[in-house]
């Protein structure tokens, strides 16, 4: 699968190694999650509502676009945050989990 960015400068910002639905990705100090993201896939999410996947819209943090989330299930902002060295991004929403829930 091809990526929807492509780098055309600042390659000489320090690496930081992240790990995409499992698999290892290289992103730059200072990217934002968006970045990463889009500069290893097509798409940031599939939309929880089953209308497609979604690539992010305003590019600051406004429009609920661009969520993703982190492997224990916190929700990031993917055009807002920026990458940390080992985050773990899924990009399905995890199985939600609702306190109040009774079986």
């Known amino acids: 699968m091809s990526q929807r960015f492509v ?3 600042e390659e000489e ?3 930081v190694r992240i790990l995409i639905d499992g698999e290892m990705a ?5 990217d934002t999650l968006m970045v990463a993201l889009l500069s290893h896939t097509r798409h940031l999410r599939e939309s929880e509502f089953g209308d497609g996947k979604r690539a992010g819209f305003c590019l600051m943090g406004a429009c609920q676009d661009c969520w993703v989330w982190t492997a224990d299930g916190q929700r ?3 055009c807002t ?3 940390e060295e080992g985050m773990h991004i899924v990009t399905h929403q995890p199985e939600a989990t609702w306190p109040n829930h009774r079986a």
């Open 81 to 83: 945050t920026v990458v």
């Open 7 to 9: 780098r055309v400068a």
């Open 13 to 15: 910002r320090a690496r």
């Open 76 to 78: 990031l902002r993917a």
């Open 26 to 30: 290289a992103a730059l100090a200072g």
